[in-house]
């Protein structure tokens, strides 16, 4: 209703203050007059510094280097990452236009920092195409939030996509309506199934590599790899002299599919819920809690 103009900001917050007079209420940043604040806050920093909607010129911006991989962005637009949490929001997104903002936060995370190490301006665009509720400076502010290119740098601070939804959605129905090749997977594997047998692949109708893809990624390698990208990204920036380069370390697209890390293909006993993702890098998210609490901006 704000984006297409239903309802004005000014009525939102003083009717917001009538009813928050009348009770108990939560506070900013994180309550609804917090978020109506950050929208705010995006629309003045969107009108007032030239390029928020890219890298290069942008004043807000860390410059990084980031990789330029076309599969590993087709892949995480389509949902077939391997990883099924990612797939169920990206999946739901294409469908519906619509995506809660924690699933937003996790597909951001995900395809930027956490795992793919791609562009924020290449999701900031399949966002603003895909969203029916885009708007063009939370779309970019929130993309560079999540990407932890400005407004947020605690880039060791990542959304596992196995760890997170495990607290949000343990019993993995989420992933059931999205994401149907593993309708019968049990709980203890609808995160990570991969891990499952091959045995019980078949006899739950999907064998992962066939029917549905292996992870594009070993989550705990990868997230590992780009903090150290980002901390050297962060080093260059506070260098004196003009900008210059950041050496990553690795050519670009040394994470294309077939030459990236991937999660071990042996399969682990029945009932065994090891999770590898959640015992990662440092500062991993590990419950949804704490990650939802640190999920202050407002959604895209």
Known sequence: YLKFGCVSSRRFWHELAAVNAGGPHGSPPTSLEGQLLWREFYICHGFSFPNYDRMA?????????????????????EGTTGFPWIDACMRQLRAQGWLHHLGRHAVACFLTRGDLYQSWERGARVFDRLLVDSDWALNNGNWMWLSASAYFFQFFRVYSPVAFPKHTDPDGDYVRRWVPELANFPKAYIYEPWKASKQNQRKWGC???SDYPEPIVDHAAVSKLNMARHKAAYEAHKAPGPPRDVPVGDSPGAFQVGSAPRAPKRARGDGDEGDAAASGGSGEERDGASAAKRAKPASP
Do not use: K, M, S
């Open 207 to 209: 064998e992962i590599g």
């Open 57 to 77: 010129g942008n004043p807000v911006c860390r410059q990084i280097a980031w990789q330029d991989d076309p599969e590993l962005l087709r892949r995480w637009e």
